[in-house]
């Protein structure tokens, strides 16, 4: 996983990346008071859950890709690009 500061868009299908978010067990570790974003709660039966963010974090899952096909998608057309070309000379 690779983290930006900015939303990137898989170089392959276009995905733009998700939050980078963390999660917060309201009955195990209490009322939350930092300073992230509440992006979504859920009442579950023991406490609320809360998703986290900190307003500028993205995750792209496989480096620079949304997912692991992509990249490996993204790396066959490379190398069939560079083989063309070698074809040519």
Do not use: S
Request: with cysteine; proline share 2%.
């Amino acid at each position: 996983m690779q983290l930006f500061k900015y939303q990137p868009t898989c170089p392959q299908c276009g995905r733009k990346a998700k939050k980078h978010t963390e999660r917060w067990w309201e009955k195990h570790l209490g009322e939350y008071k930092g300073n992230l974003q509440i992006i979504n709660r859920r009442e579950t039966w023991g406490g609320d859950t809360l998703t986290l963010w900190d307003g500028e974090t993205y995750e792209m899952y496989a480096g620079n890709f949304c997912r692991n096909k992509c990249a490996i998608a993204y790396a066959n057309q490379t190398i069939d690009r560079v083989r063309e070309r070698i074809r040519r000379k």
